[in-house]
């Protein structure tokens, strides 16, 4: 039976692998999308009562929880994980070394989630698919993709795949003809496989143990973020878990390798218990166990044909040393989701879609960069090419990468390099915030009630822009207000309710009983209180001058332009580089 015979299904985007990765893209695309023009589909191989259970991915960390919460998924998560702040880390005598280890997290600041989010995937899972069955679509599982075919002379945007799946237990196939796929599949992606993208990288002789279980111990400090310096299974891992239980996970080394002939549920106990040593620790449940090799590699493509992405492991595989795999797929998951929603709204040029690669694989690098020396370091070796001491203690070594990481890893260092499209430096002394990099979260104040709120609550991730106006200090900024106003009010795509912009003004200092008062006019958008000059201060941006900031869908900063008659244009110039409506007002007001 050729694809012509089978069943065929028109979907706008197929989403394929029902992990957080997956389902965070789904859930983003069926948010933004109208339900009766549009439709998205997502499939998982695996039926979730085999799959279902605990192990694998663990923690999220501050910028990932920020991103998810702008998503109105983060509530959900922290109503059931380990919130964890503390950390400590013991060397080989089972005394606290400080400033090793996981130390870095406990100087996650400059966000209201300054805290590891502790909650095994299962969990995670389990709130994501609920999100995305309010959103109208249902993961459909047990479902696996067993062919892709390209439609030749289809245009961009159009339906360009024909998807062949097959149901696991009938063995009865279908084809889904989609305009987009998203592979989501996992390190042995299929999709990635038959787009013949090579898979770059290699994979160590290195084996990991991870064992998740209820524990007794007499390890002090058993509820916290703990590395323990053995010299027998290298930079152990004590992550205290939701529901009370623990995870252990350290280097199955080759010499200890060799007292298994077969290494069961048994054996990963009996070394997970000498990996603690001098410490006690006995399981009264296991959840969970798994061996695996070391490997870090990259897909050298992560969009193909214009119409087909890589996410999460599909594109990239490392170690857990840093705990970063999870994290990472976010970051793909967010970037992703929005540019696609905008594009299949028609509201964004088909071109944005390639900015999604541009922007994740250099973050990816440097993730594979710090993983190769990490996980090298937690298995007692020296990272290679090292320069260095060649008897210097790994364990030292170590807690020096882990620091200089320190915001990568908290992800509220992520930055995406300037250039002349999303990312646009236009004034570079306006604002202590640059374009590219995250947008911090600061205090507001509502009018009237002064209620407190927070700046990324009242920019919730919806494929919108945010146009925030840094009002300053009123009297002194009037004229460069009106200027402003003026020149935004003449620019008809702006006030147009389809194009996807909001607009914000931030007034320093408290105002009175009505900001059309304060600021003499109708004001630029909704209007917020900066009380205390601290968001201005923040952002760098002098409360006598004023400043105008862009923030992307995902938090990131745009561009930033001085506050004066000329910043709508230059706002004009930045859309227009990727929003539909501003290009065509852009050529119209060319054309004058």
Not at 39 to 47: A, D, G, N
Not at 53 to 81: H, K, V, W
Not at 468 to 491: E, H, I, N, Q, Y
Request: glycine share 8%; hydrophobic share 40%; net charge negative.
């Amino acid at each position: 039976m050729t694809t012509s015979d089978l069943p065929v299904e028109n979907v706008d985007v197929l989403v394929v692998g029902g992990g957080p990765v997956g389902l965070v893209t789904a859930y983003q695309l069926a948010r933004n999308l109208p339900r009766s023009t549009h439709r998205i589909k997502i499939i998982e191989q695996h039926p979730k009562s085999s799959q279902d259970n605990y192990g694998r991915a663990i923690t999220l960390f501050p910028r990932s929880t920020e991103m998810l919460d702008q998503l109105s998924l983060a509530d959900a998560l922290a109503q059931q994980c380990f919130a964890c702040r503390e950390t400590v880390n013991y060397d080989k005598h089972g005394n606290e070394a400080e400033g090793r280890g996981w130390a870095f997290m406990e100087n996650m600041k400059d966000t209201k989630w300054d805290f590891a989010l502790v909650l095994r995937q299962k969990y995670q899972e389990e709130v994501f698919r609920k999100a995305l069955a309010k959103e109208g679509v249902q993961l459909d599982a047990p479902y696996t993709l067993v062919g892709i075919e390209m439609i030749e002379g289809a245009e961009m945007g159009e339906y360009r795949v024909l998807a062949t799946i097959e149901h696991g237990e009938t063995k009865v196939k279908s084809v889904v003809r989609c305009r987009y796929l998203v592979g989501a599949d996992g390190g042995r992606s299929f999709v990635r496989r038959a787009m013949n993208i090579p898979f770059d990288g290699s994979s160590s002789e290195d084996k990991w143990v991870r064992v998740d279980g209820v524990i007794e111990t007499d390890l002090p400090k058993p509820r916290t973020y703990c590395a323990i310096e053995s010299p027998t299974h290298g930079n152990v891992l004590w992550a205290a878990l939701d529901r009370g239980a623990t995870r252990i996970g350290f280097a199955f080394t080759a010499e200890r390798q060799k007292a298994y002939k077969v290494f069961d549920e048994e054996a990963a106990v009996k070394e997970a218990i000498a990996s603690v040593k001098p410490f006690s620790l006995k399981f009264k449940q296991v959840d969970w166990w798994t061996i695996y090799v070391v490997g870090q590699r990259i897909a050298r493509s992560f969009f193909v044909n214009d119409c087909i992405f890589l996410a999460g492991d599909a594109c990239h595989t490392h170690s857990s040393g840093a705990a970063q795999g999870m994290n990472t797929g976010m970051h793909d998951a967010v970037n992703l989701g929005w540019k696609l929603s905008l594009v299949l709204l028609g509201l964004a040029k088909p071109d944005l879609l390639h900015s999604y690669e541009a922007e994740r694989l250099p973050n990816v690098q440097r993730l594979i960069n710090y993983d190769k020396d990490i996980s090298r370091l937690m298995t007692m070796q020296l990272p290679e090419g090292w320069t260095g001491d060649p008897n210097a203690d790994p364990n030292e070594v170590l807690g020096v990468v882990m620091a200089e990481a320190a915001t990568f890893s908290s992800g509220l260092g992520i930055y995406y390099e300037p250039d002349s499209y999303l990312n646009l430096t236009q004034s570079s002394d306006i604002s202590s915030v640059q374009p590219g990099q995250r947008a911090p979260d600061v205090t507001l104040q509502k009018p009237a009630t002064f209620e407190a709120t927070r700046l990324q609550s009242e920019t919730p991730n919806t494929a919108m822009f945010y146009i925030v106006l840094f009002a300053g200090d009123v009297p002194r900024t009037k004229l460069s207000l009106s200027a402003f106003t003026a020149a935004m009010s003449a620019v008809p795509w702006l006030n147009n309710e389809d194009t996807p912009i909001s607009c914000l003004s931030v007034i320093a200092g408290l105002g009175g009983p009505s900001a059309y008062e304060t600021l003499g006019g109708i004001p630029f958008g909704r209007v917020f209180y900066d009380g205390d000059h601290s968001a201005h201060m923040r952002y760098g941006v002098a409360t006598e001058k004023g400043a105008v900031v862009v923030l992307r869908p995902d938090g990131w900063v745009g561009t930033v332009v001085e506050l004066d008659r000329d910043a709508g244009q230059k706002l004009e110039r930045y859309f227009a580089r990727f929003l539909l409506a501003a290009a065509g007002g852009h050529k119209a007001e060319a054309k004058l």
